[in-house]
């Protein structure tokens, strides 16, 4: 199948941080429509919201008249809607706002095959994903107690592919991926599942791009993976946010003071060259030749236009250099 050069995010339609209007939320959707030469893909899970994204996505699209051949929906699967019957949500404190629901974790064959079910019925039943992966593999196998119940976990999320494979095979999907915030889980899966598409998030960024990730995207690539590159501002902070891959920094704490003072020079090499971080962020993204997709989640409709714009853009050699030049970008990157 194909992918367009942009998927959008949609964690903005369940509550993420804070509840944006009904207009807001149609406003947003308007604009993938708006800002796409051709069919739009959109990212979600039940896990945004509890639902909420997934039902704002159905109810938005059938006030707007999108027919389901215009937008390719992807689902991540594992969490699934419950009663809320404590004040806050279990799953994710503090990060969702005004929920209604709660949402409970089921990552094994049937838990899988119920999180589709629940998906679609979440959507309204026009729209269907077509796209489909286990959410946070990674977080999952993190809550392991010891080696042996990593093991079973393992075992949970094998089967759980082996159920989306099933899904695919039936022609109920189109294709089956894996995202994850650790690369190295992603690495250890792919030797026993032969993913469709992998996203990358948090992993590949200008602040982080290892040989061995540039090596391991390579090997994907060779083998006909999709990879989609995706968490490309590091959940804000290479673009001035006070959280670093989701955790709050601290510019007092010794750790974290490295990271502002990478940040600081790379924001006087971008004033240099009148260029903007999220810009310089987005074009390193996607400037290994072997990642085509790059998934973003915009609260704000004007910013998508303008990543549009940017795809067409090229930034100055002479910015990039200067970049490898002060450290900011591994010296041994080969793509720049």
Known sequence: MEY????????????????????????????????????????????????????????????????????????????????????????????????????????????????????????????????????????????????????????DILNAYKALFELKDKGEVKAVGIGSKDWLVIKELYERVKFDWVMFANKFTVYHHPKAIVDFIKQLAEDGVVIINSAVFNAGFLTGGDYFDYRLMNPENPEDRVLFEWREKFFAVCNEYHIAPGDACLKFALSAPQIKVLALNPSKPKRMANNKALLKKELPKEFWAELKAEGIIEQNYPYL
């Not at 049937?110 to 309204?124: A, M, S, V």
């Open 4 to 155: 367009p050069p942009l998927i959008y995010g949609t964690s903005f339609l369940g509550n993420l941080y804070r509840e944006l209007s009904w207009d807001e939320k149609l406003t947003l959707i308007k604009e993938w429509f708006k800002v796409s030469d051709g069919k739009v893909m959109i990212d979600s899970a039940g896990k945004y919201g509890a639902g909420l994204a997934l039902e704002v996505i159905g109810r938005g699209l059938s006030q707007l008249g999108i027919p389901s051949e215009q937008i390719t929906i992807s689902n991540k699967l594992g969490w699934y809607r419950v009663p809320l019957k404590t004040k806050e949500p279990t799953f994710e404190s503090g990060v969702w706002a005004n929920l209604e629901y709660d949402a409970v974790q089921k990552i094994n064959y049937e838990g899988i095959i119920e999180c589709w079910q629940q998906g679609c019925e979440l959507l309204g039943g026009t729209y269907k994903p077509e796209i489909v992966s286990v959410h946070d593999p990674d977080e999952y196998l993190e809550g392991a107690k010891d080696s042996a119940d990593r093991q079973k976990r393992i075992e």
